[in-house]
């Protein structure tokens, strides 16, 4: 009695194992998704991605303040209109597929001017953003929950002796600057300041009377960085008094300055230049007093004191940073070639990411000149680990990199639904790449036979293979047969045991063909032949496979064994080995 009920619990135990489905755990991973919008006249790039009809070109990106109630849902733009002649700014959401919608109360007169955004929310009521043009400049107040109704609230026209700027760089908000802050103003002709108490225009601010390329600002050391072609200014202020000095390109740095941001997380200012990043870092002097040191970012860890590696590559035209709530630390790299990130948080091999070419940019070429890069704030729901959403203007459109926390799982089944759309892959039941009608859509794939057509559908076989075996899900292992008969297709076709076809085809579908021979077994059928020793592989990879963990009976794996045998036997035969 005993006996038996222990041989009952044993087999049911037994049966769990074989035939439940496997628990594997599958933590959640940051999934990159990349949209791409061009401009209207680069509009026949690609049917396969949107298009901005009524838009020449960006030349700015601009996130929402951090406090906004849609800081997390698009971008404000500055564009030139199709007509060539008129500039609008827009509001862009971002789940509305390139929908833009004109902010009417804002005049944008030309495609030199430049918005900056104040992040304080003790101003919230106040300002909003600057909107920098070559002789003024509007200050102007949004509704903090509808991004498309802002106005202007006030004027502040340049004085005569600034007349000569012809564009303007950047702009910045220093909040703790001053009674009620200051905004500073990058232009061609040198650094000018405004003061937000009084609304007075300063000219040429310590006298830096040459191009400023970009600024910079911590609040937490109270200092306010400016670079030019030549120099980078450091202006260090208090309540009291403020001082400046200066750093000279070729020295510590090693080229021109073409852009800035500051990271307060890691607390060091990134400088952009054509030849990588150098890094500024405080030191708190014994005294209270801040040092700053430079360290050189390249390719690998170089400077002693550097502790950031790897740069993927140079050629830096646009640095940004999320001023989320949430402290997102990430530091973004707009460049010629594309954008990078960089993650403080990260283990060393991932702490960059990079996204180039068509498969994140809207271009075919390699040189995309990001010339803008807006990195939003995030959703306050959004997990702490999740990156924030970046927008970048390139030279024939906009590229929108955004980012959701998927699992292996969720991404599987993302590709199987995509390959399972009707007409996309499959053709006689063989697996193969397509040409595309129209460059990146994938929409107009048209399947054709070639020459790897037994040995791509024999490793999609696998994986479905592998799927059963992990979740026992009898309609996979229904779909997975069908593939196996294709590949069993392969093997017949030819009427020669153990040399399967590498693609098959209807008599009907085209005319005859270098290596393509009537079926002297289907009548109605021709096949591919000069099989190749990868196609073998192959088959010889899944046919075990098949056996082992797809077949449920004594007939299924006498079909699968019977092809390795064929397969096997046909090789040593002719001494194919």
């Keep these: 009695m005993w006996s038996k009920l222990v041989f009952f619990i044993v087999s049911t135990i037994l049966f769990y194992e074989l035939f439940s489905a496997t628990v594997i755990h599958d933590s959640e991973y940051e999934q990159v998704i990349a949209e791409r919008y061009l401009f209207a006249p680069f509009a026949n790039d690609s049917t396969g991605w949107s298009v901005l009809n009524s838009i020449n070109y960006v030349w700015q990106a601009i996130a929402l303040p951090q406090y906004h109630s849609q800081a997390s849902a698009g971008v404000w733009l500055l564009a030139q209109n199709l007509d060539y002649a008129t500039f609008n700014m827009y509001w862009m959401p971002l789940a509305s597929n390139g929908t833009l919608i004109v902010l009417s109360e804002i005049e944008v007169s030309n495609n030199t001017s430049y918005l900056a955004v104040s992040n304080d929310e003790n101003y919230a009521q106040v300002r909003t953003a600057a909107l920098i043009s070559v002789n003024q400049v509007q200050i102007i107040l949004c509704d903090l929950s509808n991004a498309t109704i802002c106005r202007v609230v006030r004027t502040v026209v340049f004085s005569t002796i600034m007349m000569n700027i012809t564009k303007i760089n950047a702009g910045l908000f220093v909040t703790d600057l001053g009674i009620d802050g200051w905004l500073y103003i990058a232009s061609d002709t040198g650094l000018h300041g405004l003061d937000l108490f009084t609304y007075t225009i300063f000219p040429f601010l310590n006298q830096i009377n040459s191009s400023v390329s970009s600024l910079a600002w911590s609040s937490r050391r109270k200092t306010v960085f400016a670079g030019t072609l030549t120099k980078l200014w450091i202006q260090s202020y208090d309540n009291i008094s403020d001082q400046w000095r200066f750093e000279h390109v070729n020295g510590l740095i090693d080229a021109s300055i073409t852009s800035l941001v ?275 592989v192959g088959h010889q990879f899944v046919h075990p496979l098949v056996h082992d963990l797809l077949a449920e009976n004594d007939d299924e794996r006498q079909r699968a064994y019977i092809l390795i045998v064929n397969i096997t036997t046909h090789i040593l035969t002719h001494d194919c080995i």
């Excluded at 307060?264 to 007093?289: E, F, H, V």
């Excluded at 502790?307 to 949430?326: E, K, Q, R, W």
């Excluded at 993302?414 to 499959?426: A, E, G, M, T």
């Excluded at 063909?513 to 020793?533: A, E, M, V």
């Design 262 to 536: 500051y990271s307060d997380i890691q607390d060091k200012l990134w400088i952009g230049q054509n030849t990588g990043i150098t890094l500024l870092s405080p030191i708190i002097l014994p005294s209270g007093c801040v040092h700053w040191y430079f360290s050189r970012l390249a390719g690998k860890i170089s400077n002693p004191g550097s502790d950031i590696g790897h740069l993927p590559f140079a050629n830096i035209t646009t640095l940004s940073i999320s001023h989320s709530t949430s402290l997102d630390g990430r530091v973004w790299l707009g460049a010629v070639h594309g954008l990078m990130r960089f993650d403080i948080n990260a283990t060393d091999i991932d702490a960059w990411r990079v996204f180039n070419s068509a498969l994140y940019m809207p271009s075919r070429q390699s040189i995309v000149n990001i010339a803008s890069l807006a990195v939003l704030s995030q959703d306050g729901e959004a997990p702490a680990n999740l990156g924030s959403t970046a927008v970048a203007v390139a030279s024939r459109g906009l590229a929108v990199i955004r980012f959701e926390m998927w699992t292996l799982a969720q991404k599987a089944n993302y590709f199987q639904k995509w390959f399972d759309s009707p007409s996309r892959y499959v053709k006689y039941g063989l697996v193969c790449g397509c040409t595309m009608s129209s460059w990146g859509d994938i929409r107009t794939c048209v399947k054709e036979p070639c020459d790897s057509d037994g040995l791509w559908t024999a490793i999609y076989l696998a994986s479905q293979i592998f799927r059963y075996a992990t979740t026992h899900d009898l309609q996979v292992k229904k779909e997975a047969w069908k593939y196996f008969e294709t590949l069993e297709l392969l093997n017949k076709v030819t009427g020669i045991p153990g040399y399967p076809s590498r693609s098959v085809a209807n008599r009907t579908d085209f005319p005859p063909r270098s290596r393509w021979y009537p079926s002297p077994t289907y009548s109605d059928l021709q096949f591919y032949g000069d099989t190749s020793s990868d196609e073998i």
